[in-house]
């Protein structure tokens, strides 16, 4: 079974640009999430979609926003980048919606540098 | 205060040591336990899930819950050069959804 993919692995932006990253969950995952990992403040959630729908959100600005499709697949937008933004941009996948038995499992990352 | 607190490290044992990670948190909301193995620039490889207090044991692996004192532990025996990463221990409520609460991860060395 094909594991989480995400595209592009590495990515160069600079200030006030917007980029787009993709996640593929593992087949029969219905629900993606999306971390941010940086050495200063470690991992952090994004936000959550289950079905098409955004079920929990952390505290990021409205610069983050995220989608998903039908086919489970999601995609995670950050508008006018900051340095700060610079990180590895992870997802997770999982069956289910949360709770006993929902294994979440992670994708190798998307790592943006803001120049 | 951070919800989840990990001791970063770095830990560097001898190969063949057990070594002994752990987490305490604050909020008993928290009801499911996990850690992972992240290797340099790759992403969080699941190694253990758990969600009642007590031992879950996977080959070399051991997840230990105290609920009651709210703290988790992670024992890897007979530790391998190739264990050597960064251990990351994550939390989720009850209610939660999928959200994943996380220890900053305590980076273990294990030397030949």
């Not at chain 1, 006030?16 to 219905?30: D, M």
């Not at chain 2, 909020?27 to 879950?56: I, V």
Request: include cysteine.
């Amino acid at each position: 079974k094909a594991g989480v993919t995400q595209t592009p692995r590495y990515l160069i932006k600079t200030r006030g640009q917007q980029v787009t990253l993709s996640c593929s969950p593992i087949s029969g995952h219905r629900s993606v999430s999306w971390y941010q990992q940086t050495p200063g403040q470690g991992l952090q959630f994004l936000f959550e979609y289950f079905s098409e729908t955004q079920r929990n959100k952390g505290n990021f600005p409205g610069r983050f926003s995220g989608r998903q499709f039908s086919n489970s697949r999601s995609e995670m937008n950050v508008s006018t980048l900051e340095l700060g933004d610079s990180a590895l941009y992870l997802c997770a996948s999982s069956m289910g919606a949360g709770g006993l038995y929902n294994e979440q499992f992670f994708g190798p990352g998307t790592r943006l540098t803001v120049l | 205060q951070k919800e989840v607190e990990q001791d970063p490290g770095p830990l560097s044992v001898p190969e063949g040591a057990i070594v002994s990670l752990n987490c305490t948190y604050s909020n008993s909301a928290f009801q499911y336990f996990m850690w992972y193995r992240q290797y340099s620039r790759k992403g969080p490889e699941l190694l253990m899930y758990t969600y009642s207090s007590g031992n879950k044991e996977d080959g070399r692996f051991t997840a230990q819950v105290d609920k009651s004192s709210k703290y988790i532990s992670l024992f890897i025996r007979d530790s391998q050069p190739s264990d050597s990463a960064t251990y990351l221990c994550a939390l989720s409520r009850t209610g939660g959804g999928n959200k994943l609460t996380f220890g900053t991860g305590t980076q273990l060395k294990v030397e030949l």
